[in-house]
């Protein structure tokens, strides 16, 4: 017959099998459920699709240029000229898009013209009759222009178009400033008209 020391270990013992046996079982009938509960499902599916809208603007002047030596001849002291261009909005995009006019020149004779552009209906490219001005974008130096509104950023005559195709006129004017510096200078440039959603 064992000692009370030895009973009190044996009896000691037992119950801890036991419970690792009830607790192993537990988990194994947990698993168990979880798996045929698996076995159920149901979903439901939410499809969609997206389209990407575009912006962009073409002008009026079939790849002309707007001011050239070439079809104006040489410009002399005091001498004014004026085009006009229209600018069409056909982008697909309308709501938070903006169209802005930005420029670029060099040479010496761009500190000596002094250039006017102004917004408005009517005319078209090489031609300002019919052209109605509604408001002036801009009055200084075709350089100084160049340097305020060089970029989209800073571009000027921002207009949101509320249709498309939107049209807007353009004329500018230059003016050769009498100055001994103006003479036997010359300048090239462009203006940008740019789109931005």
């Given at each position: 017959?064992?000692?009370a020391?030895?009973?009190?270990?044996?009896?000691?013992?037992w119950?801890?099998v036991?419970g690792?046996?009830?607790?192993g079982?537990l988990?194994c009938g947990?698993?168990?459920?979880?798996?045929?509960?698996?076995?159920f499902?149901?979903?439901?599916?939410?499809t969609?699709?997206?389209?990407a809208?575009?912006?962009?603007?073409?002008?009026d002047?079939h790849?002309?240029?707007?001011?050239?030596?070439?079809?104006?001849?040489?410009?002399?002291?005091?001498?004014?000229?004026?085009?006009?261009?229209t600018?069409?909005?056909?982008?697909?995009?309308v709501?938070?898009?903006?169209?802005?006019?930005?420029a670029?020149?060099?040479?010496?004779l761009?500190?000596q013209?002094?250039?006017?552009?102004?917004?408005?209906?009517g005319g078209?490219?090489g031609?300002?009759?019919?052209?109605t001005?509604?408001?002036?974008?801009?009055?200084?130096?075709?350089?100084?222009?160049?340097?305020?509104?060089?970029?989209?950023?800073?571009?000027?005559?921002?207009?949101?178009?509320?249709a498309t195709?939107a049209?807007?006129?353009?004329?500018?004017t230059?003016?050769?400033?009498?100055t001994?510096?103006a003479?036997?200078a010359?300048?090239?440039?462009?203006?940008?008209?740019?789109?931005?959603?």
């Amino acid at each position: 017959m064992p000692d009370a020391a030895a009973r009190a270990s044996a009896r000691g013992f037992w119950p801890a099998v036991g419970g690792g046996a009830l607790i192993g079982a537990l988990a194994c009938g947990s698993l168990v459920w979880h798996t045929t509960g698996a076995a159920f499902s149901g979903s439901t599916p939410a499809t969609g699709s997206w389209s990407a809208g575009t912006v962009s603007v073409t002008d009026d002047d079939h790849g002309q240029a707007t001011f050239s030596t070439g079809s104006d001849g040489l410009l002399a002291s005091g001498q004014t000229r004026s085009r006009c261009i229209t600018v069409t909005y056909t982008g697909s995009l309308v709501s938070g898009t903006q169209v802005r006019l930005y420029a670029s020149a060099g040479g010496a004779l761009a500190d000596q013209l002094d250039l006017t552009v102004a917004e408005g209906t009517g005319g078209a490219f090489g031609d300002c009759s019919g052209f109605t001005a509604t408001s002036t974008l801009y009055s200084g130096t075709l350089a100084a222009f160049a340097t305020a509104a060089a970029s989209f950023a800073t571009g000027v005559g921002a207009w949101s178009p509320t249709a498309t195709p939107a049209s807007r006129s353009y004329r500018f004017t230059i003016t050769v400033r009498s100055t001994p510096a103006a003479q036997n200078a010359s300048a090239s440039g462009s203006f940008t008209w740019e789109a931005r959603s």
